[in-house]
Protein backbone atom coordinates (compact mmCIF):
# COMPACT_ATOMS: atom_id res chain seq x y z
CA UNK A 1 0.00 0.00 0.00
CA UNK A 2 1.35 3.69 -1.04
CA UNK A 3 1.12 5.66 2.17
CA UNK A 4 0.45 9.14 2.87
CA UNK A 5 1.72 12.47 3.64
CA UNK A 6 0.29 15.33 5.84
CA UNK A 7 0.03 18.26 4.22
CA UNK A 8 0.81 20.88 6.70
CA UNK A 9 4.36 19.26 7.34
CA UNK A 10 4.86 19.10 3.96
CA UNK A 11 4.05 22.78 3.31
CA UNK A 12 5.96 23.71 6.94
CA UNK A 13 9.24 21.59 4.89
CA UNK A 14 8.66 23.84 1.84
CA UNK A 15 7.99 19.81 -0.07
CA UNK A 16 5.02 21.24 -1.51
CA UNK A 17 5.37 24.74 -2.47
CA UNK A 18 2.30 27.07 -1.01
CA UNK A 19 0.22 28.67 -2.01
CA UNK A 20 -0.55 28.12 -5.53
CA UNK A 21 -1.41 31.43 -7.68
CA UNK A 22 -2.79 30.19 -11.00
CA UNK A 23 -6.45 31.71 -13.54
CA UNK A 24 -7.42 29.49 -16.08
CA UNK A 25 -9.76 30.65 -19.08
CA UNK A 26 -13.55 29.70 -19.30
CA UNK A 27 -14.98 26.35 -20.67
CA UNK A 28 -12.24 24.74 -18.29
CA UNK A 29 -13.17 21.83 -16.06
CA UNK A 30 -12.31 20.57 -12.69
CA UNK A 31 -9.69 18.03 -14.00
CA UNK A 32 -8.04 21.10 -15.81
CA UNK A 33 -8.13 22.92 -12.45
CA UNK A 34 -6.41 19.83 -10.91
CA UNK A 35 -3.85 19.01 -13.71
CA UNK A 36 -2.72 22.67 -13.35
CA UNK A 37 -1.95 22.73 -9.47
CA UNK A 38 -0.66 19.22 -9.83
CA UNK A 39 1.72 21.21 -12.27
CA UNK A 40 2.56 23.97 -9.95
CA UNK A 41 3.92 21.44 -7.41
CA UNK A 42 5.75 19.01 -9.74
CA UNK A 43 3.36 16.45 -8.84
CA UNK A 44 1.83 13.50 -10.58
CA UNK A 45 -1.52 12.37 -11.32
CA UNK A 46 -2.47 8.46 -10.77
CA UNK A 47 -6.16 9.01 -12.05
CA UNK A 48 -9.09 11.59 -12.90
CA UNK A 49 -12.47 10.24 -12.45
CA UNK A 50 -14.79 11.41 -15.74
CA UNK A 51 -16.81 13.31 -14.10
CA UNK A 52 -14.13 15.24 -13.07
CA UNK A 53 -13.64 16.33 -17.12
CA UNK A 54 -17.51 16.75 -17.40
CA UNK A 55 -17.86 19.79 -14.95
CA UNK A 56 -16.76 23.17 -16.66
CA UNK A 57 -16.52 26.78 -15.44
CA UNK A 58 -18.35 29.16 -17.64
CA UNK A 59 -16.18 31.84 -16.72
CA UNK A 60 -12.74 30.69 -15.67
CA UNK A 61 -11.22 29.73 -12.93
CA UNK A 62 -8.57 31.45 -10.28
CA UNK A 63 -7.40 30.43 -7.38
CA UNK A 64 -4.81 31.41 -4.45
CA UNK A 65 -4.45 29.40 -2.01
CA UNK A 66 -3.63 26.01 -0.46
CA UNK A 67 -3.82 22.97 -2.61
CA UNK A 68 -5.23 21.07 -0.26
CA UNK A 69 -8.09 23.25 0.03
CA UNK A 70 -8.82 23.78 -3.26
CA UNK A 71 -8.82 19.75 -3.79
CA UNK A 72 -10.92 19.83 -0.59
CA UNK A 73 -13.54 22.41 -2.69
CA UNK A 74 -13.54 20.13 -5.51
CA UNK A 75 -13.98 16.66 -4.25
CA UNK A 76 -16.99 18.36 -1.80
CA UNK A 77 -18.45 19.10 -5.15
CA UNK A 78 -19.03 15.66 -6.29
CA UNK A 79 -20.73 13.08 -4.15
CA UNK A 80 -18.56 10.11 -3.53
CA UNK A 81 -15.36 11.86 -4.40
CA UNK A 82 -12.17 11.02 -3.08
CA UNK A 83 -8.58 12.46 -2.22
CA UNK A 84 -5.29 11.55 -1.41
CA UNK A 85 -1.90 12.76 -1.71
CA UNK A 86 0.65 10.03 -1.59
CA UNK A 87 4.39 9.94 -0.86
CA UNK A 88 5.77 9.01 -3.81
CA UNK A 89 4.41 12.40 -5.25
CA UNK A 90 1.11 11.27 -6.46
CA UNK A 91 -2.16 12.67 -6.18
CA UNK A 92 -4.93 9.80 -5.97
CA UNK A 93 -8.93 10.81 -6.55
CA UNK A 94 -11.09 8.28 -6.96
CA UNK A 95 -15.23 7.73 -7.31
CA UNK A 96 -16.93 4.84 -5.60
CA UNK A 97 -20.82 3.88 -5.14
CA UNK A 98 -20.90 4.73 -1.52
CA UNK A 99 -22.96 6.98 0.21
CA UNK A 100 -20.74 10.65 0.36
CA UNK A 101 -19.33 11.67 2.76
CA UNK A 102 -20.35 14.97 4.57
CA UNK A 103 -18.03 17.52 4.88
CA UNK A 104 -16.31 16.51 8.29
CA UNK A 105 -15.89 12.81 7.23
CA UNK A 106 -14.25 14.35 4.23
CA UNK A 107 -11.72 16.28 5.39
CA UNK A 108 -11.06 15.35 9.20
CA UNK A 109 -11.38 11.63 7.71
CA UNK A 110 -8.19 12.43 5.21
CA UNK A 111 -6.07 14.45 7.84
CA UNK A 112 -6.25 11.25 9.91
CA UNK A 113 -5.77 8.79 6.79
CA UNK A 114 -2.73 10.68 5.70
CA UNK A 115 -1.03 10.72 9.21
CA UNK A 116 -1.84 7.16 10.09
CA UNK A 117 -0.87 5.12 6.74
CA UNK A 118 2.57 6.79 6.98
CA UNK A 119 3.52 4.73 10.00
CA UNK A 120 3.36 1.25 11.52
CA UNK A 121 1.03 2.44 14.26
CA UNK A 122 -2.12 3.91 14.00
CA UNK A 123 -0.81 5.68 17.16
CA UNK A 124 -0.69 9.21 16.70
CA UNK A 125 1.14 11.87 18.83
CA UNK A 126 -0.08 14.88 21.21
CA UNK A 127 1.65 16.97 18.29
CA UNK A 128 -0.62 15.26 15.00
CA UNK A 129 -3.53 15.44 17.21
CA UNK A 130 -3.18 19.16 17.68
CA UNK A 131 -1.94 19.72 14.09
CA UNK A 132 -5.37 17.95 12.86
CA UNK A 133 -7.05 19.91 15.53
CA UNK A 134 -5.67 23.59 14.32
CA UNK A 135 -6.53 22.37 10.55
CA UNK A 136 -10.31 21.61 11.71
CA UNK A 137 -10.54 24.79 13.24
CA UNK A 138 -9.02 26.82 10.50
CA UNK A 139 -11.76 25.28 8.32
CA UNK A 140 -14.29 26.68 10.59
CA UNK A 141 -15.38 22.78 11.73
CA UNK A 142 -16.60 23.69 14.93
CA UNK A 143 -16.43 19.83 17.21
CA UNK A 144 -20.07 21.95 18.92
CA UNK A 145 -21.39 20.72 15.12
CA UNK A 146 -19.88 17.57 14.45
CA UNK A 147 -19.31 15.18 16.98
CA UNK A 148 -22.11 12.81 17.53
CA UNK A 149 -24.32 12.55 20.53
CA UNK A 150 -22.76 10.44 22.85
CA UNK A 151 -19.41 12.61 22.13
CA UNK A 152 -21.67 16.36 22.18
CA UNK A 153 -22.91 14.91 25.73
CA UNK A 154 -19.34 14.95 27.33
CA UNK A 155 -18.65 17.90 25.63
CA UNK A 156 -21.81 19.79 27.03
CA UNK A 157 -21.59 18.38 30.19
CA UNK A 158 -17.50 20.03 30.41
CA UNK A 159 -18.81 23.42 29.29
CA UNK A 160 -21.72 23.84 31.51
CA UNK A 161 -19.42 23.42 34.25
CA UNK A 162 -16.37 25.11 33.49
CA UNK A 163 -15.62 29.09 32.81
CA UNK A 164 -13.85 28.53 29.99
CA UNK A 165 -15.76 26.49 27.75
CA UNK A 166 -14.44 24.61 24.72
CA UNK A 167 -15.60 25.67 21.23
CA UNK A 168 -13.18 24.96 19.23
CA UNK A 169 -10.73 21.51 18.25
CA UNK A 170 -6.93 22.91 19.16
CA UNK A 171 -8.04 23.60 22.67
CA UNK A 172 -9.28 20.21 23.94
CA UNK A 173 -6.01 19.32 22.90
CA UNK A 174 -4.28 21.97 24.62
CA UNK A 175 -5.32 22.02 27.56
CA UNK A 176 -4.57 19.99 30.48
CA UNK A 177 -6.58 18.51 33.47
CA UNK A 178 -8.48 15.57 34.66
CA UNK A 179 -12.42 16.79 33.53
CA UNK A 180 -10.78 17.64 29.92
CA UNK A 181 -9.77 14.19 29.32
CA UNK A 182 -13.21 12.84 28.81
CA UNK A 183 -13.52 15.39 26.34
CA UNK A 184 -10.05 14.73 24.60
CA UNK A 185 -11.02 11.27 24.15
CA UNK A 186 -14.41 12.19 22.69
CA UNK A 187 -12.85 14.39 20.19
CA UNK A 188 -10.34 11.91 19.13
CA UNK A 189 -13.21 9.07 19.09
CA UNK A 190 -15.12 11.41 16.28
CA UNK A 191 -11.74 11.86 14.73
CA UNK A 192 -10.94 8.19 14.37
CA UNK A 193 -14.73 6.78 12.90
CA UNK A 194 -13.94 9.92 10.14
CA UNK A 195 -10.59 8.30 9.39
CA UNK A 196 -12.48 4.75 9.69
CA UNK A 197 -15.04 6.01 6.80
CA UNK A 198 -13.01 7.88 4.41
CA UNK A 199 -10.58 4.76 4.34
CA UNK A 200 -13.54 2.12 3.59
CA UNK A 201 -14.58 4.85 1.02
CA UNK A 202 -10.87 4.76 -0.08
CA UNK A 203 -10.74 1.05 -0.52
CA UNK A 204 -14.61 0.83 -1.93
CA UNK A 205 -13.32 2.37 -5.10
CA UNK A 206 -10.07 -0.20 -5.63
Known amino acids: MRKGIDWRRARERDVVPNPVNFSLPPGCSDADVIRRAATEFNLRIDTLPQQLEERKHPRGKSFLGAAADLFDGITLSHPGLRWSKLTDGVLRFASGTMRPLNEFDLIAGRLMYELKSNRKSYR ?12 LDAKRLSPLD ?36 DV ?7 LNRACDRYQKSLNANH
Do not use: M, T
Open 146 to 181: HLEPAQKEKLDVYNRNQRIQIQCWAIAFQRSGRRVN
Open 124 to 135: LSSSEWLSVARE
Open 184 to 190: RRALKQR
